[in-house]
Structures are given as C-alpha cells and as structure tokens.
C-alpha cells in the first residue's frame, strides 16, 4: 500500500490509482496510465509532479486558490484549531468561535444587505441550500406555489441531483434522471457561439428578457427565484453583453422573484472586487460561496442571505435543514486565515489596479494567434475562442466540437501550463497572486501551446 511517507515510481501510483480511485467527470475506458499526472506539491502559482515537472497553475486548482499555494497561516491557523476544537456542530443551540468569527466576517466583505450566513462544505450544497430556502421562504411568506426555479443552459451549480439540475449542461442531465421538478431553464448570453448577426448589447438585452418571458410564461406566483453565475465558469468563462445583468436586475425588481448570484467562482477577488455582484452592480437575495472562501485549503462552502429573506424562512419555525459540518470550526479557521491573507496584503485591490490590467493586456496578444477567433479577459478571468478561421472575422466553429480544445488543452499541459479547455475554448483562472512575470510565461506557453495545435490541425486538414 502506498505510503504516503515514501513515495514509489510514478508508474506504481498511477497503476495503484487505476485499480482503487474513481475520479469524477473521467471516461475511465479512455483514461491510460500514461495520461495519469501525479501531482505531489505546490508553490505559489505552481504546481509539481511526481516526475519533477514544475507546471503553471493557470486555473487556480479549479477556479479555487485564489491566494496561491504554500500559505504556511492557513495550516498553522486549522492546525491551532484542531488541536483546540477538531470538531463540534452548530445544531442543537451550540456554537464556536470560528464559525462566529467568519461570520461577522462575511457579514462586511458580502454585498450590501446580505447579512446572515449558513454553511456547507461545498457549492453543490449551498446550491442545494439555495433552493430550499428560497422555497421556504415564499412559503413563509404565505406563497408556497412559488417553487420553480429558473436557470440558465450551459449554467454550472454543482454535481448533486439539486444542483445539477439548476445546473444547464446537457450532458449531465442525460444522466441519472436530471432534472428534478420545477426546474426551468432559459438561454445564456453568449454572444460569441449565439449571437449570430445580432450586436452584442442588443443579444445580452434579448436573453435578459427571457427571464421575463419565462416568468409569463410560468406565471409569476410560481416563480421562486432566479439564479446565475455573474460569469459563466465552467461554461467557458462567458462575459455577458454590459446591458445585460442592469436587465436582469430590473426584471427581478420588478417581479416578485428572488435573485440569486453564484458567486462560487466570481466571488472572493476574481474579478477584482470581493463578489462578482460588487463588479456588475447585482443587488442579489443570496449568494452562493465556495473555492476562495477557503482558496480550497479546506472545503467550506456557504450561503449569504437578506434579512428580507432570513425574516420569511424564520416565519415557517424550524428550518429543517442543515450539515453535519455545516460551519466546520477547521474549515472555518482556515478560511478566516484566507479572508486574512486577502485583505491583509490588499490582493483583491491589487487584481482590480494592477494584474488584471496587466494580464488583460498580455492576454489579449494571444488573441493575434491565427487559431483564436476571440481572447477575453474579466479581472483574473480568461477566455480563447478556438476557431477554424479566425483571420476572416468568422465566429464559425470547427466540427467536432471539443476534438481542438482536448488537443490544445494536452499541449498546455505537455508545456507546462495548465489551461482547461471547454469544448472549443480555453479558459484560464490563475491564482490572484500571480506576477507580472508570470503571466509573461503563462501567455508564452500558452502560445506555443496554440502553435502546436494550428500545426496538428493542419495536418489534419491536409
Ligand atoms: N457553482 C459554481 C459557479 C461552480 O463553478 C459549483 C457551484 C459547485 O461547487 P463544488 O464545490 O460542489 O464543486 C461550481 C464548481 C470545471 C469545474 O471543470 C468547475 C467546478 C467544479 C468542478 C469542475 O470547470 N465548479
């Protein structure tokens, strides 16, 4: 049995990973051992392999390690808190510090007006969270046909059947029963795959007005709430037109419906401001948290409430819901110890002033590239459209969507970088401590990256 003392052969673990370890979103039938990457250990914007490989961390983890890794406070501040309290629950009228403390926290870095905190370990579950609060809340006040969700295709909320089924990807729902009842979905804006000849502001305008369209349809006694990443992440870093979050806010004013932002990926930093709320002027009911409330130290997730709404659960009694370790005091600690470390050396200022001005610049030359149709930037956030031909202007698509992306994502990898590919775009995430040097070399790599795949897909062609 491997020890995790004394490490064997990469080819020993990746064998011993194939006979016990399932992993998630994996075809394990195409999964060889030699596609197998044994990461052993990390520093600040890099990660290490098991064969001495030092790798350009360019999705943060997944989305997640926002203050970059090798943080010795956090492990000394949940080391403190195991040896002091490892574990006790928030149920039967008890607390502890660590899960007051990050609460009072949230309470001043949230957007304004959200002021109440239930936690979880996970986005999935403070998805799952979401909708049973937003459910109980319109029972509480005396509105209990207002049950249905409304989402977005392509959104991404988590892998439980609740989430999932917020979630909008297809693929997923095509497994397991997906989705659950009362669950609707309407179109993303995405301008660059579905836009067609419509200009970008007047598509985003179109697709936030069927939100309203939807809640006609439905019927607004129905309608619980509305619920959205502000960027699409998983989706493939998805930038709305600017007219059209200023459209979803009005819609959702004047509706009785609540709004719901997932900040899962846009939240703590990654846009430059401490929610993507702050950046796009969302007046959300409640926030999901994840990732960088913890940069992923530990798992800790949560979700931030209104009084308004807090007031409507509390109507209906007890709300009947809860984790064993919702408000975790380790997972807790730790993600004080972040929070710590965000505002203690400014890096949430630091990414709004300074790097994501300096990697919108560097990124955007990777836009000249005669494979990318697109290069986009949002704060830390970053996007390539791969397309077959990007010199004439044409957003068109090549066949097979995702074959390109699989290809230029295993060149990154083979240089070093990792960048995720989307079907057909690639989209990047680094840590919020990256440095300028950094990013030189992120946007180096991921140009060669790009050259070895327009080179493979000509030789295709030819
Ligand atoms: N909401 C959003 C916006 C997310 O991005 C979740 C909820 C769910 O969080 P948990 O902690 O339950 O995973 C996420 C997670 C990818 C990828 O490949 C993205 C996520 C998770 C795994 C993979 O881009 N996002």
Redesign the pocket.
Known sequence: MLSLGNLPTTDVMREADLNSHMH??TDHDALGTDDLRVITSASGVFIGDSDGNQILDGMAG??CVNVGYGRSEIGEAAARQMAQLPYYNTFFKTTHPPVIALSEKLRVLTPDGINKFMFGT??????DTVIRLARTYWAGRGKPSKTVMISRHNA?????MA?ASLGGMAFMHAQGGLPIPDVHHIGQPYWFDEGGDMDPAEFGLMRARELEAAIDQIGEDRVAAFIA?PIQ??GGVIVPPETYWPEIQRICDERDILLVA?E??CGFGRLGTWFGSDHFNIRPDMI?M??GLSSGYL?I?GVGLTDDVYEGVSQMGEFAHGYTYSGHPVSAAAAIANLDILEREGIVERVRSHTAPVFAEKFAALGDHPLVGEAVTCGLLGKLELVPDAKSGSRRRFENSGTVGGLCRDNCFANNLVM?A?RDSM?CSPPLIIKDDEIDALVERAWKALDLTAAAVAGQMA
């Open positions: 998630p979103f997944l989305w996970s986005g999935s579950d403070s998805n991404y909320h988590g892998s439980s989430s990443e992440g998983a997932d899962v990926i999901a994840a990732k798992p997730g995720r989307v989209v």
